[in-house]
DNA sequence: GACCCTAGCTAAACCGGTTTATCTCCGGCT
DNA sequence: AGCCGGAGATAAACCGGTTTAGCTAGGGTC
């Protein structure tokens, strides 16, 4: 009960391999009489062809790349890349190749192996960093691939990403038209790009802000607020660089006996299920379409498009609970 | 700048690529100074073999695969998947090939057709159906598989397993001790075994109890939650089948002005962040070790190990502010 | 009628491995 | 000396496609 190879289809319809294989292909080189008689033949045998076989050839491998450096056990938590992976799935018709590492050196790795052995057809870059050797690898490999959540315009690739800059003034601009004076930040991994573009968007619209770094995990917002609050001076805002940190931060506020949001007011960057049922103010961006979106500019990269920028339409800040006018002086 | 193959290394070695090959593999048909030599060249050269090419003459792909049948957009807000899938990376060095489709049909036929094309060594089913025709249909194939998070052992196949039988009646137990008595369900999907397990599990400890289906979203369980609530004796203490679920639960209750825990007694199925902040008692089973569990158990079928059944550790019920005492009559 | 061109097809090489059949050489046994 | 057996290596077939070179028949041109 085999599977039907190119070899059945050219022994049943009478011609040789060659022929099925352009007659499949619509190339020309065939009559037409000959092609639909080879096409009747390989789907009344139910031929699917290997992509292993094919791939081989150097055709495509009907499959794209995804690498995530983390531990994996704070992966799970992370509702963010799930979203994006989902929403990757829903503009692709080919299969994702997803891995798990622990260090930058070994992606890069993996990124070169894949290609060199034909498993993938294309790549998503997430987690750019300042200097990302990345960006100068994958065109001397020749490999397509799209920035995911970039800084805009990176080398020769294409990138799908939003305006962290514009996004995070828009945040502080919402705290200090509610009066807010001392706002805070506790930042994401100082080595990623978009860190780095949130702090400076910071640093220029907040006098004297306050950046304590975390790590993303609930433990890092807890410390981080536990920090900030114990502050002569303590802030009367924090902006949080992603949910699971902010819904620590509020907790630990709670427990500290600090009212949210009357004596403190909490934002979170990504909005999720947590955010909303911690009513917290968070800003709020389509996760899922953004990695459709994604998907798409990889497709169209490895079509051969030129590569493009897209900009996500800016993050919408959805105001909950956890924000309100600063407590009077 | 090509990537090194199997016979440039046999040039540089002044040996045959068959030779490389028994070298490169271990097997015996060389002599040791010829091994250690081609070993030493592979090294030097950077060799690396190309497995879409060794998948070819059949031997292995190098990676397994799990498809999900879920509409996409739902699927972001399930973190249960994203935690098995991170644990599922910590056990496997190969990648795992991941696509979702909305439909049986194209689940089987993915299956089928990744397996023809050598382009997984096995795979992992989930969701398994009450009378599901994948268990009959992978031994047929000769495609090595783990069913995750069934109900104990499936035909001839490997089995990744929790008790839910077990694990319903101990949530019952303790809200039987705690006084209650009206005691309802909000139920997962009907097609799914371990929905039928728990349901069956509930009917038999809970007398008269009350069931309403819902789909894992939080709209099905608040719509459920309203429905309860609004009988003329509405229950005292509600089990939910995920968390998300239990959460929108938790508001409906509040925005009813029914008091919890002291009217109402809430428990969700299965942990996870949404529950700690919450502060929701829920039945916690370590998702993550669940993956990695099936991982191994699937690395073990790949490699020849005949399938057994691994029983997870009974998932333990983690108190929290939602379940309390029934309310005096 | 000689010549050329092209459509339509076939045979064969190729991709990078694995596997099998074959060949040679050397040592041990009778 | 003659025979057998096994170790060590090689050449060639194979996996299932793509691609290229080459062949054939038919039609148009001068």
């Given at each position: 009960?085999?599977?039907?190879?190119?070899?059945?289809?050219?022994?049943?319809?009478?011609v040789s391999k060659?022929?099925?294989?352009?007659?499949?292909?619509?190339?020309?080189?065939?009559?037409?009489?000959?092609?639909s008689?080879?096409l009747?033949?390989?789907?009344?045998?139910?031929?699917?062809?290997?992509?292993?076989?094919?791939?081989?050839?150097s055709?495509?491998?009907?499959?794209?790349g995804?690498?995530?450096?983390?531990?994996?056990?704070?992966?799970?938590?992370?509702?963010?890349?799930?979203?994006?992976?989902a929403?990757?799935?829903?503009?692709?018709?080919?299969?994702l190749?997803?891995?798990?590492?622990s260090?930058?050196?070994?992606e890069?790795?993996?990124?070169q192996r894949?290609?060199a052995?034909?498993?993938?057809?294309g790549?998503?870059?997430v987690?750019?960093?300042?200097?990302?050797?990345?960006?100068?690898?994958?065109?001397?490999?020749?490999?397509?691939?799209?920035?995911?959540?970039?800084?805009?315009?990176?080398?020769?690739?294409?990138?799908?990403w939003?305006?962290?800059?514009a996004a995070?003034?828009?945040?502080?601009e919402?705290?200090k038209?509610?009066?807010h004076?001392?706002?805070?930040r506790v930042a994401?991994?100082?080595?990623?790009?978009?860190t780095?573009?949130?702090?400076?968007?910071?640093?220029?619209?907040?006098?004297d802000?306050v950046?304590?770094?975390?790590?993303?995990?609930?433990?890092?917002?807890?410390r981080a607020?536990?920090k900030?609050?114990?502050?002569?001076?303590?802030?009367?805002?924090?902006?949080?660089?992603?949910?699971v940190?902010a819904?620590?931060g509020?907790?630990?506020?709670?427990?500290?006996?600090?009212?949210?949001p009357?004596?403190?007011?909490i934002?979170?960057?990504?909005?999720?299920?947590?955010c909303?049922h911690g009513?917290?103010?968070?800003l709020?961006r389509d996760?899922?379409?953004f990695?459709?979106r994604?998907?798409?500019?990889?497709?169209a990269?490895?079509?051969g498009a030129?590569?493009?920028d897209?900009?996500?339409?800016?993050p919408?800040?959805?105001?909950?609970?956890?924000?309100?006018?600063?407590?009077?002086?």
């Amino acid at each position: 009960m085999k599977r039907p190879t190119i070899k059945d289809i050219a022994a049943a319809a009478g011609v040789s391999k060659g022929a099925v294989s352009l007659a499949l292909n619509g190339r020309s080189g065939v009559s037409e009489s000959t092609r639909s008689r080879v096409l009747e033949v390989a789907s009344t045998l139910g031929y699917r062809p290997s992509v292993t076989a094919r791939a081989l050839s150097s055709a495509s491998a009907d499959a794209v790349g995804l690498v995530l450096v983390r531990p994996p056990r704070a992966l799970g938590d992370e509702a963010f890349f799930f979203q994006l992976i989902a929403g990757m799935q829903s503009e692709m018709s080919c299969a994702l190749l997803l891995q798990v590492v622990s260090s930058r050196e070994e992606e890069i790795e993996l990124y070169q192996r894949w290609w060199a052995e034909h498993r993938v057809d294309g790549v998503f870059l997430v987690d750019l960093l300042v200097s990302d050797p990345r960006v100068e690898l994958m065109p001397s490999l020749g490999l397509p691939a799209v920035v995911v959540g970039g800084a805009g315009h990176h080398g020769a690739l294409a990138s799908v990403w939003a305006d962290d800059y514009a996004a995070m003034t828009s945040v502080v601009e919402h705290l200090k038209a509610l009066g807010h004076k001392r706002i805070a930040r506790v930042a994401g991994l100082a080595s990623l790009l978009h860190t780095v573009r949130r702090d400076s968007a910071f640093a220029s619209s907040v006098v004297d802000g306050v950046v304590v770094a975390g790590d993303y995990t609930a433990e890092s917002g807890a410390r981080a607020t536990r920090k900030l609050l114990g502050m002569a001076e303590p802030p009367t805002a924090i902006v949080y660089d992603n949910d699971v940190m902010a819904v620590a931060g509020a907790e630990v506020a709670a427990a500290l006996g600090v009212a949210v949001p009357s004596e403190l007011s909490i934002v979170a960057w990504d909005d999720s299920v947590l955010c909303q049922h911690g009513r917290l103010t968070a800003l709020s961006r389509d996760t899922f379409a953004f990695g459709a979106r994604a998907a798409r500019a990889l497709v169209a990269v490895i079509g051969g498009a030129s590569p493009t920028d897209v900009e996500d339409v800016l993050p919408e800040l959805v105001v909950r609970g956890s924000s309100g006018p600063a407590p009077a002086v």
